[in-house]
């Protein structure tokens, strides 16, 4: 079940639906906007390449709003982001088992 908002019932995130509140621009990083948090992983709606969810906060105003990243350019800019993503989608704290989940299914899931 979907909501208006992009979350499901379970209140996770549902990338396709909340793709109309996501911008199209992809270039936060490259504007110097920190990083919040990686709210999900998944496929691009539309490319269906995989991306990162990224919240950035503008800081002239300290408004917050999510890009769609590839997730090599937010590997590179927002590892610890990244990792908490990773590790809360998880629910893994030891090292070797976030490894080992990770190589073992897709990162398609909200935390």
Do not use: W
């Not at 079940?1 to 936060?28: C, H, L, W």
């Not at 990224?54 to 105003?61: H, L, M």
Request: with cysteine; proline share 7%; net charge positive.
């Amino acid at each position: 079940m979907r909501s208006a908002q992009g979350i499901t019932a379970s209140g996770n995130i549902d990338p396709d639906d909340a793709f109309k509140y996501v911008m199209r621009e992809s270039d936060g990083f490259r504007k110097g906007y920190k990083a919040v948090k990686v709210s999900v992983v998944c496929k691009h709606p539309i490319t269906r390449k995989l991306v990162a969810v990224v919240v950035f906060v503008d800081p002239s105003d300290g408004h917050e709003f999510a890009q769609y990243i590839p997730l090599r350019e937010t590997h590179a800019n927002a590892p610890t982001e990244l990792r908490q993503y990773f590790v809360a989608a998880s629910g893994c704290t030891d090292p070797k088992k976030l490894v080992l989940h990770l190589l073992l299914q897709l990162p398609n899931k909200a935390p």
